[in-house]
C-alpha cells in the first residue's frame, strides 16, 4: 500500500531558528498538502501542491512538490512559539477527495 | 471561507450507550464528508467516507454497525458510536471540501470521546 515517511518525527529548537521538515513516498501522487495541527484541534491546512517542482509560500512557510513527485519539505523560517505543534505532511494519491495518506507527523516544540 | 464545526467538542459517556456526533459545513455545501480517528501521538486514520444522500463507505476493518453514518443533507454528517466501550475512546475529526478539486479538505475541531 501506499506510504509516506515523514522526518524528522520532533524537533526541539530556539525560537528564530529556521526549521525544515520533509515527507517521501514509495509511489508517484497528484497532489501534497502539508497542515498542521495544534494539540485538542483539528488540522489546519498551511499549504497545497498540485505540480512536481511547484514552490509555494505562506508567509514564513514554504513548501515545495519534488520533480519525481516521490517528496516534499516544508520549511519554517525565523521560527515563533505559536509554531508549536505537530505538522503533517498528507499526499492524495487518487481521483477523489477522499484519498488522502497522512505522514505519522513532526511534533515541533520551540522554545522562547 | 470552508468552515467545518464538529459537537460536541467533548463527551463523557458510559460503556454501552451510544455517542453521537455532528460534523457541519458552516459555509459550503458538501456532498462527501470524512470521518478520522485519532489516537494519542499518531496520525489521522481515515474511517469512512460519508456520501450525502446514500450509504457510507468503509474503510477496511472499521465495523459500519458500530460506527453509523448519516449524511442528510448537504451540510451535516453524524457519526453514532453505537455501544461504546473503552477502547472506542479516542478523538474524533471530520473533513470536508469545498469542490471536487484541487483536492484540499478542511477539517473541524475535533471531538474527544472518552467511555468509561
Known amino acids: 500500500g501506499q506510504q509516506l515517511n515523514q522526518s524528522p518525527q520532533s524537533m526541539f529548537i530556539q525560537e528564530g531558528e529556521d526549521v525544515s521538515m520533509n515527507c517521501t513516498s514509495s509511489s508517484i501522487f497528484n497532489t501534497w498538502l502539508w497542515y498542521k495541527q495544534d494539540p485538542g484541534e483539528g488540522p489546519v491546512l498551511l499549504i497545497a501542491?498540485?505540480?512536481?517542482?511547484e514552490l509555494t509560500s505562506n508567509g514564513r512557510l514554504t513548501a515545495q512538490f519534488g520533480i519525481t513527485r516521490k517528496d516534499s519539505f516544508l520549511n519554517i523560517s525565523a521560527s515563533i512559539p505559536s509554531d508549536v505543534g505537530i505538522y503533517f505532511c498528507v499526499m492524495n494519491y487518487g481521483g477523489s477527495q477522499g484519498n488522502l495518506i497522512f505522514g505519522k507527523g513532526t511534533k515541533l516544540s520551540v522554545k522562547p | 471561507g470552508a468552515v467545518v464545526s464538529q459537537h460536541p467538542s467533548r463527551v463523557i459517556c458510559k460503556s454501552g450507550t451510544s455517542v453521537k456526533i455532528e460534523c457541519r459545513s458552516l459555509d459550503f455545501q458538501a456532498t462527501t464528508m470524512f470521518w478520522y480517528r485519532q489516537f494519542p501521538k499518531k496520525s489521522l486514520m481515515l474511517m469512512a467516507t460519508s456520501n450525502e444522500g446514500s450509504k457510507a463507505t468503509y474503510e477496511q476493518g472499521v465495523e459500519k454497525d458500530k460506527f453509523l453514518i448519516n449524511h442528510a443533507s448537504l451540510t451535516l454528517s453524524t457519526l453514532t458510536v453505537t455501544s461504546a466501550h473503552p477502547e472506542d475512546s479516542s478523538f474524533y475529526i471530520c473533513s470536508a471540501g469545498d469542490r471536487p478539486y484541487p483536492y484540499e479538505q478542511y477539517f473541524g475541531p475535533g471531538t474527544r470521546l472518552t467511555v468509561t
Open positions: 501542491l498540485y505540480k512536481a517542482g
